[in-house]
């Protein structure tokens, strides 16, 4: 067969598999993930960029860095407030969100 032995064979087809199984589950998933963001998008007209858990890394590190001369500040400030804006405006979110989480939010 080739000059190879047969488990090279079996080890050659098995990453092959293993690879295209894992890229294929994945592109599937992210291709559902990006429906629902759509969906999402038409229904609202807008979209929560960030989870609870990013949300609260954004205002710690905003927090440590409280600068104002630090070049990334008002950015990060802007993307926070935008965040709070949305999920306040929107009734669905992309990432959980419950109602008691979105009420306790202050843009900054």
Known sequence: ?????????????????????????TLVYTLRQEERKMSLLESER?????????????????????EPTHPDVDAARSAHDDCVDTLRATDQ???????????RLDTI
Request: hydrophobic fraction near 55%.
């Open 93 to 103: 979110h992309f990432y959980a969100w419950s109602r008691a989480e979105v009420d």
């Open 46 to 66: 807008a979209l929560d960029t960030y989870s609870p858990r990013a949300l609260r890394d954004l205002k710690d590190w905003i927090e440590t860095h409280p």
């Open 1 to 25: 067969m080739l000059g190879l032995p047969w488990d090279v064979w079996a080890t050659m087809l098995f990453c092959v598999l293993a690879f295209f199984g894992v890229s294929i589950l």
